[in-house]
T-cell receptor
Framework: AQSVTQLGSHVSVSEGALVLLRCNYSSSVPPYLFWYVQYPNQGLQLLLKYTSAATLVKGINGFEAEFKKSETSFHLTKPSAHLSDAAEYFCAVINQAGTALIFGKGTTLSVSS | DVKVTQSSRYLVKRTGEKVFLECVQDMDHENMFWYRQDPGLGLRLIYFSYDVKMKEKGDIPEGYSVSREKKERFSLILESASTNQTSMYLC????????????FGEGSRLTVL
């Protein structure tokens, strides 16, 4: 069955530091993978998605993620954190039937000045 | 811009009450979803619908039902609310297959006393 595991429920970085949020997936079929972000008191919005094209996916706000099949990973990175990046981030994979997304438990990113 | 509107941002209900959570999208999307979000558990799929009058159970449908009489509207119903249904409820919609982007509403925070 499809699933995602986000390593680390909280990540804290300083402004300007590298952001690395980890996601590992389990999938019995070639996966479609997503990263969503949720700012306080808002719904989720799509950051980026992997749909079996390029393994390095660029998203909004300077984020990118690399699909590594050998490591079953889809980690999210940003070279330089901004204060405005503070939010909760969710990794997701399409379910086996291809009908809905299965989300990870989320990682809260804190950015300090 | 796509807009997904959830009718109530905050609700307080009593145990045993019948609760309706309404969701409307304005982009003619076929697919609509209800998720439940709890701290440390991420998002869990309750029900989804891929067409008018069609519904499919997600991972945690017990205690919930849904209604989709019109394409733009997807309602989540708690027939007899219980305290363990206190949560944030998120509605989402998408066009075509779920490989497309999910658009989320801002959420409805339900407290059952």
């Amino acid at each position: 069955a499809q699933s995602v595991t986000q390593l680390g429920s909280h990540v804290s970085v300083s402004e300007g530091a590298l952001v690395l949020l980890r996601c590992n997936y389990s999938s019995s079929v070639p996966p479609y993978l997503f990263w969503y972000v949720q700012y306080p008191n808002q719904g989720l919005q799509l950051l980026l998605k992997y749909t079996s094209a390029a393994t390095l996916v660029k998203g909004i706000n300077g984020f990118e993620a690399e699909f590594k099949k050998s490591e079953t990973s889809f980690h999210l990175t940003k070279p330089s954190a901004h204060l405005s990046d503070a939010a909760e981030y969710f990794c997701a994979v399409i379910n086996q039937a291809g009908t809905a997304l299965i989300f990870g438990k989320g990682t809260t990113l804190s950015v300090s000045s | 811009d796509v807009k997904v509107t959830q009718s109530s941002r905050y609700l307080v209900k009593r145990t045993g009450e019948k609760v309706f959570l309404e969701c409307v999208q304005d982009m003619d999307h076929e697919n609509m979803f209800w998720y439940r979000q709890d701290p440390g558990l991420g998002l869990r799929l309750i029900y989804f619908s891929y067409d008018v009058k069609m519904k499919e159970k997600g991972d945690i449908p017990e205690g919930y039902s849904v209604s989709r009489e019109k394409k733009e509207r997807f309602s989540l119903i708690l027939e007899s609310a219980s305290t363990n249904q206190t949560s944030m409820y998120l509605c989402a919609s998408s066009f075509g297959g779920v490989t497309g982007e999910l658009f989320f509403g801002e959420g409805s925070r339900l407290t059952v006393l």
